[in-house]
């Protein structure tokens, strides 16, 4: 490896770049070129080296004696030198397609050996021995703009100040994108593009070019006056110090900051010694990764101003670096973070009052993340799990096994609805620990952050009393078991048992809808008291009507409140408008609509119209409904009797004790016996109409054919 210290615009050299170094002295010349080769090969290039054979020899016994030894690499291969009359002229003359077909032959040969890629590195002196066709020299350089990008290739031309004339040197810079001077690489203001050269017209082309750079130069100087006026402006303290800390220049915030009214009185002095004495030894570190790793943010520390004022500081730093990439310095911006400090402070005790209120809360109290990991809770959890909360944090809410896996679903659901600002009513849910069973009223707060919900607050209050009374309640009132979240199946060739449970929902609270191909009449005259509402299936528009259509059936039923009662009456009416499919598709999406909103779901269906693995495809997705009654043994003479009064009362008829007779095959007096046992027991009414007598089932009566 060659060891010479390099400038970074050779060290970063990118493929396709097309270069010129003016040079003014030998020294500067040898300088120039030793980095120039040595990065080349450092980088893996194949480098090229164009120069007269006089002027090779000098320039490698230079070389040499400066301590850079190129024949290793000349012997292998990477680095070659050729005479410049073999690579521009032929025939002493000049000739650009010789030179183009040079080095489209040289970059594929790199490549093929190996190489990253070709650097041409060429002398230029030869162009003033006054071969024929120099004068193309300019088209040249112009084609090469155009030959450089597309290839693996790098060209850099070397140009002697001394013996060049002025104007010769002027169209240099007017094809080359890149010049070095000094050792310095610019950005050339004065570089033409090959189509620029190529116009007739150059000298205008050229006036423009200028123009157009003095505009540039002026928009420069005043982004320069701006970033100046807002450094000045600055209500931070800006600092800029050497690499000893001894201050440089400094901002007019950076003189209120530490107390000083002029700032002469500023610069020159160390910035350490501003600093407590406490924060020393934390500065020198601090300024030692500085160095390492170019830049140190958000330090904090106190300062000590001129009157001995302790002020909280916040600061970032930047180390400053010259043009060939060597640290010369510091920049630092420092804020003064009193009252952030004082705001901390009150946002703490705010912090630990909280924690005093939520530690102390009867109720169970977590925090979780959006991810759904427990970020936090209070002592209750603990108590409830067993455990310390430093070993529940961090774990995912669904770890905890305090719900089942249904009941997760729903509590997660806070967290999407709380992230669009949606309201969250509450849920109750069943829970477990241990052996011990019981049901909490979960409650969500979203905690924000500059006006976004980054987690959520869940607040579990215990209300396994009240569900037991209510349950209490509804088993006294209630003569079916039917539970929140469920969807119910009831196979009956006319509405019977569902129809009896929908009422008894509807006794204790719950808000009814009907939904039937049956009209509503049927409806009111089967003794339902409470208020219902009612959609009929229908073909046809009107009030209170709805297409048998799926999807108009989803859109109704997700506007109703949460926990309603929904009876869907003749569900094989809706299976033959809509095909058994997308019917049990829908069933399938009616499990997951009633779990989250919690409605009980109760649906009829006549079992003659579907096939047997229908039905069964049905069961899976449905539960059925148990009847709470306990249901006294009758002879079967007397059952007989209660069973034909019951299916003629469900079709609306009233049967008289002749009907009994002649369709049992029963003599009237053993029909007005067998009544009188049943009234007397209190199944039957008798009802008189003219000289007949109807019977009816009473509601004791009904409730013997509940499942």
Known sequence: MISIQSSNWIKNLEKGSHLCCIYESDDEHQTLLKSILAQGIERGDKVLYIVDSHFAKIVLEYLLKSGTNLKPFMEMGQLKIINSSEGYSQENNFNSNVITKLLQYETERALSEGFRSLQITSEMPWTL????????????????????????????????????????????????????????????????????????????????????????????EDDLQHLAKAVKMSM??????????????????????????????????????????????????????VLRKGHLRNIENNIRTKTGNEVPVETNIDLMKNKDGTPVGFIGITKDITQRKYV?????????????????????????????????????????????????IGKSFVELNLFGKEDISRLLEFIPKAKNGESCSSIDLPIQYGKVKGWVEVFSAPLKKNNKVHALHLIARDITERKQAEEGMKRRLMRFKLDEGKIYLV??????????????????????????????????????????????????????????????????????????????????????????????????????????????????????????????????????????????????????????????????????????????????????????????????????????????????GRNLFLK
């Not at 084609?143 to 240099?172: G, M, Q, T, W």
């Not at 006036?207 to 540039?216: D, G, I, R, V, Y």
């Not at 924690?355 to 925090?367: K, N």
């Not at 094989?572 to 499919?581: E, S, W």
Request: hydrophobic share 35%; glycine share 4%; aromatic share 8%.
């Open 129 to 220: 021995q006054g071969l024929l066709g120099t004068e193309q020299l300019r088209k040249y350089d112009a084609k090469l703009n155009e030959f450089l990008p597309h290839k693996n290739c790098s060209a850099i031309c070397l140009y002697d100040a001394r013996r060049f004339e002025p104007e010769v040197l002027l169209n240099v810079l007017e094809t080359h994108p890149n010049v070095i001077f000094k050792n310095e690489i610019f950005n050339n203001y004065y570089y033409l593009t090959h189509r620029d050269l190529s116009e007739k017209n150059h000298s205008a082309i050229t006036l423009q070019n200028w123009l157009e750079n003095l505009k540039a130069r002026k928009q420069a």
């Open 236 to 289: 931070d303290s800006i600092v800029i110090s050497n690499l000893n800390g001894e201050i440089i220049n400094a901002n007019d915030a950076t003189l209120r900051m530490f107390e000083i009214e002029e700032k002469d009185d500023l610069v020159g002095k160390n910035l350490f010694s501003f600093i407590m004495p406490e924060s020393d030894e934390k500065a020198f570190q601090n300024m030692e990764k």
């Open 344 to 392: 901390d402070e009150k946002l703490k005790e705010s912090e630990e009052k909280y924690r005093t209120l939520i530690d102390a809360s009867p109720e169970a109290i977590t925090l979780i993340g959006l991810d759904g990991t427990l970020l936090d809770c209070n002592e209750v959890i603990e108590k409830i799990m067993g455990t310390q909360k430093n070993k529940l």
């Open 491 to 700: 196979q009956e060739p006319v509405s019977s048992i569902s129809l009896e449970a929908f009422k008894d929902l509807l006794k204790v609270g719950y808000h009814g809808v009907v939904i039937s191909r049956t009209p509503e009449k049927f409806f009111k005259k089967s003794d339902i008291k409470d208020v219902f509402e009612f959609l009929w299936l229908a073909e046809i528009n009107g009030d209170n009507t709805l297409l048998p259509k799926i999807s108009k059936l989803k859109n109704k039923l997700e506007k109703l409140p949460k926990k309603s009662i929904i009876f869907i009456d003749r569900l094989d009416y809706l299976i033959f408008k809509n095909g058994f499919r997308k019917t049990l598709s829908f069933i399938h999406d009616l499990r997951e609509f009633a779990y989250f909103d919690g409605h009980i779901i109760i649906m009829s269906i006549d079992p003659s119209t579907l096939g047997e693995q229908e039905l069964r495809s049905l069961e899976k997705e449905c539960d059925e409904i148990e009847s709470m009654l306990e249901k006294k043994k009758l002879p079967k003479e007397q059952f007989k009797i209660l069973r034909f009064i019951y299916e003629e009362n469900l079709i609306g008829v009233k049967p008289s004790y002749t009907n009994l007779g002649s369709e049992l095959g029963i003599s009237k007096p053993t029909v007005r016996k067998r009544i009188r046992l049943l009234i007397s027991a209190g199944y039957v009414l008798e009802i008189e109409k003219g000289r007949n007598k109807l019977v009816e089932l009473t509601e004791m």
